[in-house]
């Protein structure tokens, strides 16, 4: 679990043990809160990281990442299909609460 997270333009740093690891935006996939904690998940390996995803949302840019759900957040271009009520990102599927779905369904992918 990485207790210090540091969000940059490009990057997010987080502190995992003593090493510093340092993650491209471009490759998280998505978001995924869990109570304090917030998953970083990308195509290679899953993070965790003591920050709640409501934290991560206000320091990220807006129009690359988006709320889709109350416990998930996409990074907008990795979506690769939508429907009713869920979207992919490759194989992954994610719900979308009601509440983001005019939202969302406003999305050119």
Same mark, same amino acid.
């Given at each position: 679990?990485?207790?210090? =997270? ?6 997010? %740093? /987080? ?5 510093? /690891? #340092? ?20 195509? #290679? ?13 206000? #320091?990220?840019?807006?129009? =690359? *990442?988006?709320? /889709?759900?109350?416990?998930?957040? =996409?990074?907008?271009?990795?979506? %690769? ?6 979207? *992919?990102?490759? %194989? ?7 509440? *983001? ?7 050119? /992918?």
């Amino acid at each position: 679990i990485a207790y210090t =997270v540091k969000i940059e333009k490009e990057t997010i %740093t /987080i502190k995992e043990g003593h090493s510093h /690891i #340092q993650i491209p935006l471009n490759d998280i996939n998505y978001l995924e809160a869990m109570k304090d904690y917030t998953k970083i998940i990308t195509t #290679q390996k899953k993070y965790m990281t003591l920050m709640p995803l409501s934290g991560f949302i206000k #320091q990220l840019p807006a129009n =690359v *990442f988006s709320r /889709i759900h109350r416990s998930y957040a =996409v990074k907008r271009d990795k979506i %690769t299909r939508m429907q009713t009520g869920e979207l *992919f990102i490759g %194989t992954q599927c994610l719900p979308i609460g009601k509440t *983001f779905r005019t939202e969302t369904a406003q999305w050119k /992918i």
